[in-house]
C-alpha cells in the first residue's frame, strides 16, 4: 500500500491526476495534503497510516511473548549489525530455541523495517543489520567519492577507508557494505579480482572518443521513451549487462556491449528521457543481442 503526500501545501500547492495515478498504480491507497507548519492535515494523515496498517496481513500473524523480548533487545543494541550466531544466541537467551522460528521472526522483522536480513543471498545471510541507516550512509559515503569517481568509477575494497568512517564502519564490515551494494545493482566486482568494483555512479559523464568508430548506418535501432526517466535505470543496466562491455567504453549514461560478433551502443538522455539502443554487425547475431539488451 502507498499513500501519496503532499507537504507545504500552504506555500506550494501541488495537484496531479489521482485518478490516473490510481489506475496506473492500484496500490496507490490515497492522496493527502498537509503542511507541518499549522499542523493542517497530520490528523487525516495519522488516521490513513492507521487504516492502512492495519490491512497488513503480517498483523494477523501470531507473534509469541518471547518475540516481543527478542525484539526488545534487538532494537535497544546500540550495534550497527549482529553476526547470524550473535542472534541465535539472543534468541536462545529469550526462550526461542526452535531455529526455524528463529527465520520466521527475523522475516518478520525484516519486513517491518526493524532489521535487515537477506537470508536467501550466501553473502549476507550471515549478517543481520540492525540500523539501515547506517547501511545507506556508507553506500552513499561511497557512492559520492571524489576519489573513485577520478579513477573511473574503479573502486579497491582495500582504499574503502578512505571514505568510510573507521569509527562507524571498521574494516571488517567493508566487504558487507560492498556485498550490499551488489545486491541492490549499485556496483559489481571484476571476474579476476572480487575485491575490485566498478561502480557507474561515479563513472565519467563525459561520452569516450573511441564510440565515434561505431557504425552509426546500417543498424537495427530501438528506442524506450518514459515520461519521467528512472533515476538510477542505467546504473542497474550497466550491472546487468556488465559481462557484454568487459574492456569496452563504459560512461554514466552509456555503454558499449559486445554479443556473439555484434556490438551494441546504449545511451540514456537525459534531456530526451529516452534510451536509445543501437546494434551493428552479422544481421543474423542483431536481434539476439537486441533481445538480450530488452531483457
Same mark, same amino acid.
Given at each position: 500500500s502507498v499513500l501519496v503526500v503532499f507537504n507545504k501545501v500552504r506555500s506550494n500547492p501541488i495537484e496531479v491526476d489521482r485518478h490516473y495515478l490510481q489506475q496506473k498504480y492500484p496500490f496507490i491507497r490515497g492522496f493527502i495534503s498537509t503542511d507541518f507548519e499549522d499542523n493542517s492535515g497530520i490528523n487525516e494523515l495519522r488516521t490513513a497510516i492507521s487504516r492502512e496498517v492495519r490491512k497488513l496481513a503480517v498483523l494477523h500473524e501470531p507473534f509469541p511473548a518471547t518475540w516481543f523480548a527478542i525484539r526488545e533487545q534487538l532494537t535497544e543494541t546500540h550495534a550497527n549489525i549482529i553476526s547470524a550466531e550473535a542472534y541465535r544466541a539472543l534468541c536462545i537467551r529469550e526462550g526461542e530455541f526452535d531455529p526455524a522460528a528463529q527465520d520466521s521472526l527475523a522475516s518478520t522483522l525484516h519486513n517491518l523495517g526493524i532489521l535487515m536480513h537477506f537470508r536467501d543471498d550466501p553473502r549476507l545471510r550471515d549478517t543481520y543489520v540492525l540500523n539501515p541507516i547506517w547501511v545507506a550512509n556508507g553506500i552513499a559515503a561511497i557512492l559520492s567519492s571524489h576519489a573513485a569517481a577520478i579513477r573511473s568509477g574503479e573502486v579497491q575494497l582495500k582504499?574503502?577507508?578512505?571514505?568510510?568512517?573507521?569509527?562507524?564502519?571498521?574494516?571488517?564490515?567493508?566487504?558487507?557494505?560492498?556485498?550490499?551494494?551488489?545486491?541492490?545493482?549499485?556496483?559489481?566486482?571484476?571476474?579476476?579480482?572480487?575485491?575490485?568494483?566498478?561502480?557507474?555512479?561515479?563513472?565519467?559523464?563525459?561520452?569516450?572518443?573511441?564510440?565515434?568508430?561505431?557504425?552509426?548506418?546500417?543498424?537495427? %535501432? #530501438?528506442?524506450? *521513451?518514459?515520461?519521467? +526517466?528512472? &533515476?538510477? /535505470?542505467?546504473? %542497474? #543496466?550497466?550491472? *546487468?549487462?556488465?559481462? +557484454?562491455? &568487459?574492456? /569496452?567504453?563504459?560512461?554514466?549514461?552509456?555503454?558499449?556491449?559486445?554479443?556473439?560478433?555484434?556490438?551494441?551502443?546504449?545511451?540514456?538522455?537525459?534531456?530526451?528521457?529516452?534510451?536509445?539502443?543501437?546494434?551493428?554487425?552479422?544481421?543474423?547475431?542483431?536481434?539476439?543481442?537486441?533481445?538480450?539488451?530488452?531483457?
Open positions: 582504499e574503502a577507508s578512505r571514505f568510510l568512517d573507521a569509527t562507524e564502519y571498521p574494516q571488517e564490515t567493508h566487504s558487507f557494505i560492498f556485498d550490499l551494494m551488489k545486491k541492490f545493482e549499485f556496483c559489481f566486482s571484476f571476474p579476476d579480482d572480487d575485491t575490485r568494483y566498478l561502480v557507474p555512479a561515479l563513472l565519467s559523464p563525459i561520452q569516450p572518443e573511441e564510440t565515434s568508430a561505431f557504425p552509426r548506418s546500417d543498424c537495427l %535501432r #530501438f528506442e524506450y *521513451r518514459y515520461s519521467i +526517466l528512472p &533515476m538510477g /535505470l542505467f546504473d %542497474r #543496466f550497466i550491472v *546487468r549487462t556488465h559481462t +557484454l562491455s &568487459m574492456n /569496452l567504453p563504459r560512461w554514466r549514461k552509456g555503454v558499449m556491449l559486445e554479443f556473439e560478433g555484434n556490438q551494441a551502443l546504449v545511451v540514456a538522455d537525459s534531456d530526451d528521457k529516452s534510451v536509445k539502443v543501437a546494434v551493428s554487425g552479422p544481421l543474423s547475431g542483431r536481434r539476439r543481442l537486441l533481445a538480450l539488451i530488452r531483457s
